[in-house]
Structures are given as structure tokens and as C-alpha cells.
T-cell receptor
Framework: LAKTTQPISMDSYEGQEVNITCSHNNIATNDYITWYQQFPSQGPRFIIQGYKTKVTNEVASLFIPADRKSSTLSLPRVSLSDTAVYYCLVGGSYQLTFGKGTKLSVIP | GAVVSQHPSRVICKSGTSVKIECRSL??????MFWYRQFPKQSLMLMAT?????????EQGVEKDKFLINHASLTLSTLTVTSAHPEDSSFYIC?????????????FGPGTRLLVL
């Protein structure tokens, strides 16, 4: 399974765009990249999934360079309610290995 | 769509007793369900994977006789913590996947907080 590395924490002001980068140098050809959001005492919530280039949904964008050794989750105009831990997972059929995640703190 | 529920949301029990946690996929059939454990300020750790109608596959270091998993139907999986001890106190989270596709997304339940006194 591909190991992932993310910053432990990030701070951002309300209304700003936040980019969280995840490194996965040994990603395999069949691996997908999935991002989850977790609030305290809740289960993770699916945000976005991609394989290459760019994926966008109503919540976020996911940028994946051609070598796929990293990926960047982009959250547009964050609000206080976006304060959470964000996990990047990499794998095939199921991505089951959670790294330490990035704790995002949104400041008013 | 893709809603997963867990019951109970929190439970307090005495040391030595057994506790059952239910995980249900409410609006889809889950071929595969997963059970995770999360200690305070730590990440999720996969405990076991279960497929409907077959025995669960446990991760290394997880005692299968202590954490009994049953996946009797496509919408229900249960985790029973037998003879619970204070060190079993944790946040238990299940997830469900439809299965059968090359790329699959897990949908997580809200979690169950277990406190063993």
C-alpha cells in the first residue's frame, strides 16, 4: 500500500482558499486517491476521489500531476465549519490505510 | 444516498461484559464492511474486513476471539467486543462499500464511543 505524507496542521482565515498537499511517492498504477474529512467524534466523510489531472465537485477540487506522486486538495473560500482533520488515502479497490491527516483550523 | 448508521452511538459498560455494535447501510447493499478503531488524537486503524456470508479477515494484532464480527446480510454487520476491558475503550467506526467494482468508495458510519469502566 502506498504510504502518504501530509502536513500535520494548517491554519487559514475564513474566506481564503486552502490547499492541502499529500505526497505518495510509491503510488501504484491501479491506485486511486481519495480524500476524507473528519470532525471530532464523527466518522470520516467522503470529499473527493481522483486518478489523474483534475477533479472538481461541489465541495472541493483535486489536482493530480502527471507523475501522480502527489495530490492537492483545494477547498475554496473556507468557513469556520471546515475546521476538521483531512485524510488523504491511496489504494486500489479499497483505500484502507489512514495516515495522520492534516488538522485544518479556520480562523475568523 | 449511501448512508451508514451505527447503534449505539455511545455505550458505557463494566469490565468483563460484552458489547455489541451494529452497523447498517440504510440505502444500499454493502457487499463489504470494514471496522476501524480510533483512539484519542490518533488516526483510524483498520481492525477487520467482512464480506456478507463469510468470515471476517482481521488485521495483524487484532484478536478475532475478542472482536467478533458478523456480516449476516448485505445491510448489517455487527462487532461484539467480548469481555471488554478499560483498554478497549475507544471510538469504533464502521464503513460500508457496495463492492464489485474496480474502484470503490467507503461510506462511514457516525461511530460508537465505548467506555469500559
Amino acid at each position: 500500500l502506498a504510504k502518504t505524507t501530509q502536513p500535520i496542521s494548517m491554519d487559514s482565515y475564513e474566506g481564503q482558499e486552502v490547499n492541502i498537499t499529500c505526497s505518495h511517492n510509491n503510488i501504484a498504477t491501479n491506485d486511486y486517491i481519495t480524500w476524507y474529512q473528519q470532525f471530532p467524534s464523527q466518522g470520516p466523510r467522503f470529499i473527493i476521489q481522483g486518478y489523474k489531472t483534475k477533479v472538481t465537485n461541489e465541495v472541493a477540487s483535486l489536482f493530480i500531476p502527471a507523475d501522480r506522486k502527489s495530490s492537492t486538495l483545494s477547498l475554496p473560500r473556507v468557513s469556520l465549519s471546515d475546521t476538521a482533520v483531512y485524510y488523504c488515502l491511496v489504494g486500489g479497490s479499497y483505500q484502507l490505510t489512514f495516515g495522520k491527516g492534516t488538522k485544518l483550523s479556520v480562523i475568523p | 444516498g449511501a448512508v451508514v448508521s451505527q447503534h449505539p452511538s455511545r455505550v458505557i459498560c463494566k469490565s468483563g461484559t460484552s458489547v455489541k455494535i451494529e452497523c447498517r447501510s440504510l440505502d444500499f447493499q454493502a457487499t463489504t464492511m470494514f471496522w476501524y478503531r480510533q483512539f484519542p488524537k490518533q488516526s483510524l486503524m483498520l481492525m477487520a474486513t467482512s464480506n456478507e456470508g463469510s468470515k471476517a479477515t482481521y488485521e495483524q494484532g487484532v484478536e478475532k476471539d475478542k472482536f467478533l464480527i458478523n456480516h449476516a446480510s448485505l445491510t448489517l454487520s455487527t462487532l461484539t467486543v467480548t469481555s471488554a476491558h478499560p483498554e478497549d475503550s475507544s471510538f469504533y467506526i464502521c464503513s460500508a462499500a457496495r463492492g464489485g467494482r474496480a474502484r470503490e468508495t467507503q461510506y462511514f458510519g457516525p461511530g460508537t464511543r465505548l467506555l469500559v469502566l
